[in-house]
């Protein structure tokens, strides 16, 4: 069993303020969302209660109806309000997608020089699928590796946008030596996106076994060699930080995958690879097609 609190502290600490520089401008989390989570910790709140702070926000409650009623969440009964969804879900399982959702809202209205949001965040669901597939897999949490799997880059637009000349010199220099974006971030400022996304987090007051997944999400396939990691969501989402992505953050990411295919069975990335495919058409108006995980793994195993 992990204890997700002292992992916490002995990644992050408790920080007051993250290690970015103050001219990157930070997401602004919506107000029910925070709400929500500092009354899901009194034992002796109700789904109502719940409910009714989430009903204060239309978008997320019309977002969070879409996904309770969905075939992806494959519950026989249907949900007409936000606190029967509370109830149906579960006040974990809401939180943390309630979290996850607001990020992606928090960062459409954004603009960055360096990435293309579309395809950023059809990659983020792209990859939160890929984990809570891996999770299970492992007999690890779903819900918080689906989570986690949308949120682990969640800082990048801002600083690719506010950092832009640091970034772009990271992005010009891939092609002649490649390297991981966590190293260059690193030696470059002394920190990198995911242990600033924890820091941040970390002041939101969301839980700690998601800052944990989140600030641990670049260790990839170590995380399978921990003794202590290596069957919970922090090991599946590590394993879906490897999948492409337009910064090519992990430049032998995908190789990985395909060599960990080979010594674990029951891990098969083309069904894999299928099923991120059409859950992702399910969940997304947006037309990946062109830059599916699924179009990878076919070159990558000429499939």
Known sequence: MVDWTELRKSLIGEPEK???????????????????NRRAEDPQVTAVELGKIIETDSGLTAALLRHINS??????QKATSAQQAVGLLGFRETSLYLVAKAMERSMQGRESKLINLRNFWAGNLERAIFAREVARLLGADQDLAFSAG???DFLLPALTNDMFTSYYGFTETQRERPRELVAFEEKSFGWNHALAAGQIMYGWEFPDDLICCVVLHHRGLKLFNDPQLRTTAAAAVAASSLMPDPLKQIPSGLDQLVKLGKKWKAFDLVKIADLVDREFAELSPVDNSQFSFRRYCQKALAV
């Open 150 to 152: 949308m949120l682990q």
């Open 18 to 36: 993250s290690a970015i520089p103050t001219r990157v401008k930070v997401p602004i989390l919506p107000l029910a969302v925070m709400k929500f």
């Open 71 to 76: 075939a992806a969440v494959g519950l026989s």
